[in-house]
Structure formats: C-alpha cells, structure tokens
C-alpha cells in the first residue's frame, strides 16, 4: 500500500494559521516536558473525545509529522478525498480487520515516519475514554518502536460529539513517552492494553492549570438529546427535549441546567445525574438490565447506504428493510443494490456501532461499512447503547478492554 508522507506545506501553514487560532479560542496548553523525541520512527496513541483531536495533536507535535489512522468513510467525501491522502493518512475499517492498515503502518515505519492511533476507533460520546480492541497491543508489541501518548482533555466541552459548531473554553494536552522498544519486548500484550488504557484515560494526569470550562453559551445544552435519550426518573424514551442550556423530559417535567464546567444542575426536585458521562452509563444499564438469552428480537426499519464507488461522492442510498439485534448478533433482511438479500452480523464482531447523530449509526464488516438510517433518525444512539451493552453481554471472548461505562460487570447483571 502506498503511503504518501504527510505534505510539509499544508502542515506549515495549518500551523501558522491555526494553532494562534487554537490558543485564543482555547486557551491550548501544550505540556511536553516527559516527552523525549525519538530519532526515528515512532507510535502516537491520543484518546479521542471531539472531531479536532487530530488537528490538536498534530499542532502539539509540530514539526513532526504524522501519518494518522482514519476512518475510511471520511477518505469517501469531498473535499477530504483529496486532502486526506496527501495529509498521509490511513483510511481503516472500524472494528473490523484490515490488512490494508496494517501494511499502511509498516510501510510508514519503515521509512522512518512517525503513526498517530486513535486506538479508541470513534469519538467518546459522553467524554469518557471508551477502551479499545485488545489487537491494539499485539500489534504494538510486533511493530517494535517507541510509543509516545497524546492525552487530550477539555476539547469534549469546547466541541462536543453531539453539537454542531465549537465553544470557546480550554484544552490541554500532554505528549508524554509511554514505551521503549526494551519495554515492549519485557511486556505481555495484557501489560500492554492496561498501561494505553492507564494512560488515555487520563486517571493520573496531574491537575490543570486553570478549570476545564466554556465560556458563557445560551445553547450549551442543544444536541444533548441526541446522546442522553432516556429520563432516569420516569424511564421515559426520547422524551428528552432540550433548549439554551437546559435539558428536560416532556413526560414527567424532570429537567437540569448543563453548567460551563458540563455539570447537569437540576431543577427542584428533577433527578438528574451529576453530570453528562453519569447520566450516559445510568442510560446504558438501562438498556443493559433488559437484555438476556430469551430477550425478543429488537427490530428496526432502515434505509441502507454503501460507498458510491465514486471519488468525493460519499455515501448513497443503497436500499431499504429490517434490522434485528438478538444476542447472536445482527440481521439485515431487505433490499441490497436492487437485489434481496439477508445479511448477519456475529455479536462477536461488532463490539461498537459508530454513530453520526440523529442520522446514522454504522457496522463495519465484510471488507466495507454500512450506514443505517431508521425512519426516526434519533433512535441511532439506542442502537449504538444496545449494541454496546449486547456486545458484552453475548460475546465471548470479549476482544475490547474495559472503559467506565462498558465492561462486564454492567452486562453481566
């Protein structure tokens, strides 16, 4: 696989014009005293919570360049179909194994370049760092050079998964070495995931310099029904309804105010978890308490959208039927490229549904990825939940390592 090196120009002036930009807006603080650059090829792993954590990472390491693992549906959209490859990066099939990425990789490492992994696979949707498949340390293990840690925190409150547009507040992140060649040889694969998980989530980052806020917004909350469709009072579903910075279930009347710091204060007696990420997991043992081998199937209509096959022409309307979720895993029965045809999806192979909000939630198998849109276009988050919490619940083995809000305790239960 032919891998171009990431163009010096376009970085040159991404740096110049963007990273002022990033320290007004906010107030970026780069910490890179535990970080010693190795002289030649090298591993980044960075977590994952907003869509600028490439562009902050990059910024921070500047002048080295990286070649980054991207997700393939971006290399599908203008003008990002172009501007992509000559960036250097990777497209990757999500959750699914792709022998192009891995020989993207070593080609990039054999010459001496340097490989930026989100090993995360898609952004936390409550800012939680979300685990990562158990590959990612044998392939680390294998590949045999440095690895270096990009920890991001506060870009999820200036440019939250589930809102359109950016608020001003603060950002930092710490470039930091994590392992030494020696190391890794010393170092079971085990050893590996924990010490990446460790560190990308963040648990001994030391204190900021300043609080990880926004600054004042009439709309902090808006989206945020996107993500948090369930009333922990009522047990109502897509009840949630939010505007300015409140949030607040049409059913029952429960309602809270999304603080500058992404706290949830309640109004009266509303009960309302102390904050987004607590309300997210509450949602997701929800939806895991319902799940079990005799569960009914739960079934969807969908529209189904597959790669154009054109160059910048994104995705396309593919056909239309059913999806069903039961504890072996994923069906698809409809309409395919004008054909009738009944896919499978085994519960092992799906351990996370990716999520555009309010619009599509996707699988990544067979070689390519699908995008499913159900006629209420809201329901992709409940899909992504169930998916997750069926995942751990039915799979066996589980290849994911545990994240704060998906782990075997929640679906064992």
Request: net charge positive.
């Amino acid at each position: 696989m032919k891998v171009k090196k990431p163009n010096p120009v376009i970085y040159f002036f991404v740096f110049i014009l963007i990273y002022p930009l990033l320290k007004i807006l906010f107030r970026l603080e780069v910490d890179k005293k535990n970080f010693s650059p190795p002289d030649g090829p090298f591993i980044v792993v960075c977590n994952h919570s907003s869509f600028m954590d490439f562009l902050i990472i990059m910024l921070a390491l500047y002048p080295i360049r990286v070649n980054a693992i991207t997700a393939q549906k971006f290399f599908l959209y203008k003008p990002l179909h172009r501007l992509l490859p000559m960036m250097g990066c990777i497209p990757k099939n999500l959750f699914d194994p792709d022998i192009r990425s891995i020989i993207g990789i070593k080609t990039v490492l054999k010459r001496g370049d340097r490989v930026l992994l989100f090993p995360e696979g898609r952004c936390a949707y409550d800012g939680v760092y979300a685990g990562m498949h158990k590959s990612t340390g044998k392939l680390i293990k294998k590949l045999d050079v440095p690895v270096i840690s990009g920890s991001i925190d506060g870009a999820y409150k200036c440019m939250p998964f589930w809102r359109d547009g950016i608020r001003n507040g603060h950002v930092r992140i710490i470039i930091s070495d994590l392992f030494s060649p020696e190391q890794l040889k010393s170092l079971s694969i085990d050893e590996i995931n924990k010490a990446i998980d460790k560190r990308l989530c963040r648990e001994n980052d030391p204190p900021p310099k300043k609080p990880f806020y926004t600054t004042r917004s009439r709309q902090l909350a808006e989206g945020l029904q996107f993500i948090l469709y369930w009333c922990p009072k009522c047990n109502g579903e897509f009840t949630m309804e939010t505007k300015g910075c409140g949030i607040r279930c049409s059913a029952c009347g429960n309602a809270a105010i999304l603080d500058r710091e992404m706290k949830l204060i309640p109004n009266g007696d509303s009960a309302v978890p102390e904050d987004i990420p607590a309300w997210y997991k509450k949602q997701a043992e929800y939806e895991a308490g319902k799940l079990h081998e005799d569960m009914e199937p739960i079934t969807e209509k969908v529209n189904v959208l597959l790669p154009s096959g054109i160059p910048g022409g994104g995705m396309s309307l593919s056909g239309s039927g059913v999806i069903t979720l039961n504890p072996k895993g994923w069906y698809y029965d409809g309409e395919l490229k004008g054909e009738n045809v009944n896919l499978f999806f085994p519960i092992d192979t799906v351990p996370a549904l990716p999520i555009d909000p309010n619009d599509v939630f996707q699988i990544y198998a067979h070689g390519t990825f699908y995008m499913f849109s159900p006629e209420d276009k809201q329901r992709c988050i409940k899909y992504s939940v169930i998916g997750e919490c069926a995942y751990w619940k039915f799979a066996s083995p589980v290849q994911m390592t545990e994240s704060a809000t998906f782990n075997n305790q929640l679906c064992s239960n």
